[in-house]
């Protein structure tokens, strides 16, 4: 089955103790993507990857970090996670970056830092 | 800069009735217009897309969504709502290649 699978799906951890969440495809994409979800403010990109070794920042960079030394994973890293961080995440990926490839979510996860 | 609107946080419609999920946005060239539906604990899911060609596009589950650009709206319309699609909607606009644009989110309720 083709999926985007992020885990874990629930962490309560606490501020200063660094975190990663994964993110894997089974889609063979070039393109994958991290959001955030907040409530009255949709999902805003966080960091993006056009392909193997190529990350660029989206909208909300700060405080984060990613990596993509595989086409298939694309980790999130809170190197140091603040409460403003607290969130539900997602990753995506598309076959490719272009304009009018539809993305594929994650079921999410959702960070409670304290 | 591109931006996506939409204006109702929250749509209630009756079971059978005809439902529409408005959208609006603002883009620097030719837009795609993108309609995901998210349920409860899950990601988003793609509904249907317009990229050029015929006005009306129809997707998953018998949505279908009318692009006007002279009101630069991209409304979510189903004739006969169902109990079973009430969930969250968001329209995303994308006119370049690393910039997808999501509005806030409607949320859908259906009553029987």
């Known amino acids: 089955e083709a999926q985007v699978t992020q885990n874990p799906r629930y962490l309560i951890t606490v501020t200063g103790k660094k975190l990663t969440v994964t993110c894997s495809q089974n889609?063979?994409?070039?393109?994958m993507s991290w959001y955030r979800q907040d409530p009255g403010l949709g999902l805003r990109q966080i960091y993006y990857?056009?392909?193997?070794?190529?990350?660029d920042k989206g909208d909300v960079p700060e405080g984060y970090k990613v990596s993509r030394k595989e086409k298939r994973n694309f980790p999130l890293i809170l190197e140091s996670p603040s409460p403003n961080q607290t969130s539900l995440y997602f990753c995506?990926?598309?076959?490719?970056?272009?304009?009018?490839?539809?993305?594929?979510f994650g079921d999410g996860t959702r960070l409670s830092i304290l | 800069a591109q931006s996506v609107a939409q204006p109702e946080d929250q749509v209630n419609v009756a079971e059978g009735n005809p439902l529409t999920v408005k959208c609006t946005y603002s883009?620097?060239?030719?837009?795609?217009l993108f309609w995901y539906v998210q349920y409860p604990n899950r990601g988003l899911q793609f509904l249907l897309k317009?990229?050029?060609?015929?006005?009306l596009v129809k997707g998953s589950y018998g949505f279908e969504a009318e692009f006007n650009k002279s009101q630069t709206s991209f409304h979510l319309k189903k004739p006969s709502a169902l109990v079973s699609d009430s969930a969250l909607y968001f329209c995303?606009?994308?006119?370049?290649?690393?910039?997808?644009?999501f509005g806030a989110g409607t949320r859908l309720t259906v009553k029987p």
């Open positions: 317009y990229i050029t060609g015929d006005n």
């Open positions: 883009v620097s060239g030719n837009p795609y």
């Open positions: 995506a990926s598309s076959f490719s970056g272009g304009s009018n490839q539809p993305q594929h």
């Open positions: 990857s056009m392909n193997v070794e190529v990350t």
């Open positions: 889609m063979n994409h070039e393109y």
């Open positions: 995303a606009v994308r006119a370049v290649v690393d910039d997808m644009r």
